[in-house]
């Protein structure tokens, strides 16, 4: 059977990999998209679980094209997964982009052909089990940072005989959670939407944490059509800000920071960025708040004293929010929460803090901790995370003329020119992968804004008629430098986060992503590109 020939071959289906699907075809170009899951939207897809929805304001989570969001309405301000999913067949019906998509298809390995300068691309659709594949010039991985689940080795987990789930791998078809015994594993973005949602039905509901989650008051609310009729003025102004603020959101940190002001001062912020909740206190907060230890940690007390006043058990309060920070606020990803505090005070739901009390093993009926104790469930659900931004790509056999793979070459950590491609990886490019602002920055934000770029970087070689591109070491080593001058300055390091790697045994601990913003990294790219791209080599 003939191979089929494509200009561009895009891994993934999520907002990066349908934007370089849409303008890549527009500007003419042969481009074919596969998708392992069985429709559009990436993560949106995987992570259906109950209460499962996105921690950007809906209004801002969306493409910024206004034939795109003229006549989509989410109805509440952070939407869930269903109603993202639906935004995504609404992107569909209006760009027509699934004809050009291979769902359930997995990348099973490619290979960089020197000769012919093109990639061969393996794939197996999963339902069918046929194989195909394809050669394309240009190889483009948007798998986004969270496409590998992690599953921590838990003595005898297998051997547990009631249901058990990872979050990213929730049945398509729903779980009940209505009058079960749940445990879950996890208090991250994850862990908290779920223990929220089983709280109220479960016969009960053991959440088993390993770190405090530092959550912030999400301050959901319903969305009218007339308000989002009125929201919509706002809509151009907003998205044209998105590239110009450090996070690609419609906010940014103040101007200055906790250190420059009264303590008075210092407190009436707080509380007014409080008052209005989601990332604000997080990325709208002082300037200095991931810099300065003392900054960062009066806003930890801030949060600590208002959490408290939620936790009707006292004894909880050193568990839920501890008199000292488990880490620095906001260097891990805080989650959204809506009612998480609340929910222990529920005679139904407790907390095992796997600091004192860790899980031993898991037997056919339950969960082993360290006290000797067996806590039975009839549904585990593992909260765990993923191997986040490079997992992703590290999973595929991806092999470069040498023979060496992804997993080969990322061993020491991730290494990459811009933040879109790594030396010995000709012709093949990331986007919102490592070293990109990637996971720090609103998703469909970064899909555009680093999208744009290497759609006109494609553009450029495919115009020139370059057959052959490579990042270099030195472009890396330069990229790196400067990624490590953030990182000494911030305080990253002061947590075990998947941001740094650290979250997976034995992944190398390295910032995952460009740490300096949005803005920084948009200046670099197109710096970049006025002077012809010299990070790469072109042939
Ligand atoms: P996260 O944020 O990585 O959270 C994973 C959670 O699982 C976190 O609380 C971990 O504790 C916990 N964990 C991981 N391994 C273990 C073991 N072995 N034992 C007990 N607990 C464990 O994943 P999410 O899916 O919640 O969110 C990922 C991102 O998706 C999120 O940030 C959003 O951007 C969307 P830890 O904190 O490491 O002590």
Not at 3 to 16: K, M, N, P, T, W
Not at 149 to 164: D, S, V
Not at 411 to 431: Q, S
Not at 511 to 537: C, H, I, K, R
Request: glycine share 8%; charged share 25%.
């Amino acid at each position: 059977m003939a191979i089929e020939q494509r200009d561009v071959l895009i891994v993934g289906a999520g907002f990066a990999g349908l934007y370089q699907l849409d303008k890549l075809r527009k500007i003419g170009y042969d481009v074919h998209a596969v998708e392992s899951a069985g429709g559009l939207g990436g993560v949106w897809y995987w992570n259906c679980y109950p209460g499962a929805r996105v921690d950007t304001w809906g209004p801002m989570y969306q493409f910024s094209d206004e034939e795109l969001w003229r006549d989509w309405n989410f109805s509440e301000l952070y939407p869930d997964w269903s109603e993202v999913r639906a935004y995504f067949k609404h992107v569909d019906e209006k760009l027509n982009l699934s004809k050009d998509i291979s769902f359930n298809t997995q990348v099973t390995g490619a290979e960089f052909n020197e000769d012919a300068k093109r990639w061969l691309v393996h794939t197996e659709n999963t339902e069918t089990g046929e194989h195909k594949d394809i050669s394309a010039r240009y190889f483009l991985l948007c798998t986004g940072f969270g496409s590998k689940p992690y599953i921590p080795e838990i003595p005898g987990l297998e051997t547990f005989k009631g249901e058990c789930y990872h979050t990213a791998r929730w049945p398509q078809e729903g779980v009940d959670l209505a009058g079960k015994r749940i445990a879950v594993i996890g208090t991250g973005a994850s862990g908290v939407q779920v223990a929220q949602e089983s709280a109220p039905v479960a016969e009960a509901l053991t959440v088993f944490q390993r770190t405090p989650m530092i959550a912030l008051p999400m301050r959901q609310r319903k969305l009218t059509d007339e308000e989002n009729a009125k929201d919509k003025e706002t809509y151009p102004e907003r998205m044209a800000q998105r590239n110009h603020h450090f996070a690609g959101f419609d906010f940014d940190f103040l101007d200055k920071g906790a250190a420059d002001v009264t303590p008075e001062e210092r407190e009436a912020e707080f509380q007014r960025l409080w008052d209005i909740g989601g990332f604000v206190p997080w990325l709208g907060n002082f300037n200095d708040l991931l810099f300065n230890e003392d900054s960062n940690r009066a806003f930890y007390r801030f949060w600590r004293d208002e959490t408290r006043k939620r936790i009707t058990r006292e004894d909880l309060w050193e568990d839920l929010a501890p008199t000292e920070p488990p880490h620095p606020f906001g260097v891990k990803r805080p989650s959204l929460e809506q009612n998480y505090f609340e929910i222990y005070s529920q005679d139904n739901v407790s907390l095992v803090n796997l600091r004192n009390n860790p899980i031993d093993h898991v037997t056919t009926k339950g969960i082993v901790t360290a006290d000797g104790v067996e806590h039975e469930f009839d549904l585990i659900v593992l909260a765990t995370g993923f191997d986040a931004v490079t997992g992703g790509i590290t999973q595929i056999d991806i092999r470069n003329a040498e023979g060496e793979s992804f997993a080969d070459s990322f061993r020491d950590g991730a290494h990459t020119a811009l933040g879109a491609a790594t030396a010995g990886f000709p012709n093949l490019m990331f986007v919102y992968g490592p070293q990109s602002p990637s996971a720090f920055c609103n998703g469909p934000t970064n899909a555009e804004a680093q999208g744009e770029w290497v759609v006109n970087f494609l553009d450029h070689l495919m115009k020139n008629d370059i057959q052959r591109v490579e990042a270099t070491r030195e472009a890396e080593q330069v990229w790196q430098q400067k990624i490590d001058e953030v990182c000494e300055m911030a305080l990253f390091d002061r947590a075990a986060s998947w941001y740094m790697a650290a979250n997976i045994p034995g992944k190398k601990v390295q910032m995952l992503m460009w740490p300096a913003g949005l803005p920084a990294f948009l200046e670099e790219v197109n710096t970049s590109a006025a002077n012809g791209y010299p990070e790469f080599v072109k042939a």
